[in-house]
């Protein structure tokens, strides 16, 4: 049996007599009170996350930004120095290896954060498209850091975030909290305005403490889960994955193809000539029954398709789900079913971004 | 705790039957706790044959779905219609206002198979002590 690996928070996770999990080989919290209560604690309040399961890797070197642009969907050297974007890091055939956060840091210095799942393999397929370049520096600082993330209405209450107030969506900066020294971007996986905050694997617990201190919620996997499904935000490995490429995925608006040559440039072009045939859609159950990730979508009483996420909406109050059916069925308003213990039960095809924060 | 007075199944049900041939039936505490927040409850109409162990309904959390399994056998009587419509009130009040069925029960002298309450709080502890091993085996590995 492989052992689970455990953040710099473990114990924190342990003393508050969390119910733990294993999440992509990691020990993580699933809820430490109430997956509901720390669901409504970053709609309404202000909740913390540890999520130092995703990967911090830098890339850095005179030739880091050129390695970067052949490597993901959107062009980094376009990036000011202080932003990020969102993008997609595809195999050569087009499929979707992560999506990630690429944040500049300096003129040729990069920050990639990505998903937990499938972490060596990423590596290695920066590592083999990098090869013995000695201008271009990989580094995986994710065991010797701690990455939390601080997501909710009320953050801009909290006094010890006060020197990160002014970051743009998606910006970034180096600062302090107290004595500690952060890398804060203005990020998150919630569909709230918030922030994620990185530092030494040593600084964790003076870290989370002066959130604890401040009456920040700890939350946990349950509660992100939920929050990012009804933000509409999908989930690698689950949602999407290898076998999918980004435009049947929704993604296309992640993929800059006017962009110089980069991996699964030409199949993502020949993709896009040819169409697709199927298509990720949101939708939301008719009745109280919860689709949940595996089950069959039918049309017609034909089986056409899988859900992928699922589970209740409790900001709607109603239970969502995510999940591909055949382009000519994927329009808003369509009528499906979702086979739930061997029944056929009517939901309907939505906007996939079921919640979206008030401005 | 456990109430004195209740029979307890392996799978974490309860039955209690205040003498002759009606009994009503729930989720244990340690049940809910394990589950989480209750969003569905699936349960069999009133009028089911129910056979003892197996399975009669379904329980969803926000995280998980489990089996409910009949801790007699019997024909369902009635099924409580506000844990349905708020499935919260299984998390508060597992042994009270969160019961899930009520079950004529066609061979009352099934429930001496079942657990009292004092060998199921062993029966709880044992599984606990179980996971705090596991996780200490982990720490120490």
Redesign the interface.
């Known amino acids: 049996m492989e ?2 690996k455990k953040t710099p928070l473990n114990k924190v996770h ?1 003393d508050l007599k969390a ?1 733990m999990m294993n999440f992509a080989g990691w ?1 993580l919290p ?2 430490y009170t ?3 209560e720390e669901h409504q604690a970053v709609r309404s309040g202000v909740g913390i996350f540890d999520v130092s399961d995703m990967g911090r890797v830098w890339v850095s070197g005179k030739n880091a930004g050129t390695f970067l642009d052949r490597m993901l969907t959107k062009p980094a050297q376009q990036l000011e120095i202080g932003g990020a974007q969102l993008c997609l890091l595809c195999l050569e055939n087009g499929g979707i290896l992560d999506d990630l956060v690429v944040h500049r840091v300096r003129t040729n210095r990069y920050l990639i954060v990505w998903n937990a799942a499938n972490i060596k393999q990423k590596l290695d397929w920066l590592f083999c498209w990098s090869g013995s370049d000695p201008d271009v520096v990989i580094e995986d600082k994710s065991p010797n850091t701690v990455m939390v993330a601080v997501q909710g209405p009320t953050i801009h209450q909290l006094d010890n975030l006060r020197s990160v107030s002014h970051l743009p969506r998606f910006g970034h900066t180096q600062t302090k909290i107290g004595e500690l020294s952060v890398f804060v971007a203005r990020t998150g996986y919630t569909g709230e305005d918030g922030f994620e905050i990185i530092s030494d694997a040593a600084n964790s617990l003076p870290l989370w403490e002066s959130f604890m201190e401040r009456g920040v919620k700890p939350c946990g996997l ?1 509660a992100r889960d ?1 929050l990012r499904l009804e933000a509409g935000m999908m989930l690698c490995g689950q949602d999407m994955d290898k076998g999918t490429n980004p435009f049947e995925a929704g993604l296309g608006w992640l993929v800059d193809l006017e962009k110089g040559d980069f991996i699964g440039k030409s199949a993502l072009l020949e993709i896009k000539r040819r169409g697709i045939k199927h298509k990720l859609i949101g939708f939301q159950m008719k009745d ?3 689709a ?1 990730s595996g089950y069959k979508i039918f049309h017609s009483g034909q089986e056409v398709g899988k859900v992928t996420s699922g ?2 909406a409790p900001t709607l109050g109603v239970n969502i789900g995510l999940g591909y059916v055949p382009v000519e069925l994927a329009s808003i308003g369509t009528d499906i079913e979702i086979m739930i ?1 061997k029944k056929l039960v009517a939901a309907q095809i939505v906007n996939k971004r079921f919640y979206k924060r008030g401005v | 705790m456990n109430p004195k007075e209740y029979k307890y199944t392996q799978e974490h049900e309860w039955i209690h039957s205040e003498g002759g041939a009606k009994g009503k039936a729930g989720l244990t505490d340690y049940a809910q706790t394990q589950l989480g927040d209750l969003v569905y409850l699936d349960l069999p109409e009133p009028g089911t044959e129910v056979e003892q162990f197996k399975k009669m309904g379904e329980i969803e959390s926000v995280k998980a779905v489990a089996d409910f399994f009949a801790p007699a056998s019997g024909k369902v009587l009635e099924i409580n219609q506000s844990a349905i419509d708020d499935p919260a009130v299984v998390n508060q009040d597992p042994y009270g206002e969160g019961w899930l069925v009520e079950l004529e029960l066609s061979n009352p002298s099934e429930l001496d198979t079942l657990m009292d309450s004092d060998k199921y709080d062993e029966f709880v502890a044992k599984l606990e002590a179980e996971a705090e091993e596991e996780e200490s085996e982990e720490k120490e590995g």
């Open positions: 052992l689970l342990h119910k020990e699933v809820w109430s997956i509901l349950g939920i109280r029954e919860i949940r589970g209740y213990r």
